[in-house]
């Protein structure tokens, strides 16, 4: 079993999680500017990676352009891997790669502090991916404890790079923001990504 096995069902019964759907659970969060040169870099890859509508070309044109230019808008503080082993606990079921991890760390060769979650939707069915997303985030939290990282929420968001949808864990607790945020709000997506480093 792997992270991608999991249905949101069968995560939340296997880890005695409760799930709290909210409405707006971001409305609140302000937005982040981008730069000149994502929203360049956006309006050349966007029908690129329309046209061709892989999940790959979506990650590498779309998503890959955002996180960057979250990395930079945050003055280099934190890091991010893309496709990368992050086995927490095979028993459990906690093993795969991770389609993206953003850490609460400047370091750029080891996982240090996993604090978001990022999984490409399949097949473009963002539901389908919140069980896979909810497994990694129990992994990431899990690591944090082992490491001794005081990080009291994990954050996590299913995408398919035009639509994004965000969910946190703290403790038992799993909230999932019913809405979902398109492309044309990319400045919307920074910020609510930027507020979950920063609490």
Request: charged share 25%; aromatic share 6%; with cysteine.
């Amino acid at each position: 079993m792997a992270y991608s096995d999991f249905s949101l069902d069968r995560v939340t019964k296997n880890f005695d999680l409760t799930i709290s759907d909210k409405i707006d659970m971001f409305a609140a969060v302000s937005e982040l500017e981008s730069s000149t040169l994502l929203a360049e870099t956006l309006k050349d890859n966007i029908p690129l990676a329309l046209s061709s509508n892989t999940e790959k070309a979506r990650s590498e044109m779309i998503i890959a352009p955002i996180l960057i230019e979250l990395r930079k808008q945050l003055n280099l503080e934190i890091s991010l891997f893309s496709g990368i082993d992050f086995t927490v606990d095979v028993e459990k079921g906690l093993n795969g790669s991770c389609d993206f991890l953003i850490c609460h760390s400047p370091e750029l060769l080891i996982v240090r502090a996993p604090i978001i979650i990022i999984v490409e939707a399949k097949k473009e069915n963002i539901n389908g991916g919140l069980g896979q997303c909810v497994a990694e985030m129990l992994a990431a939290r899990i690591f944090n404890e082992r490491e001794g990282n005081e990080i009291p929420a994990i954050y996590g968001t299913v995408t398919t790079g035009t639509i994004w949808k965000f969910m946190k864990l703290q403790e038992q607790i799993i909230e999932i923001d019913l809405g979902e945020y398109y492309l044309r709000e990319v400045n919307k997506i920074l910020g609510i990504l930027a507020n979950s480093i920063r609490n």
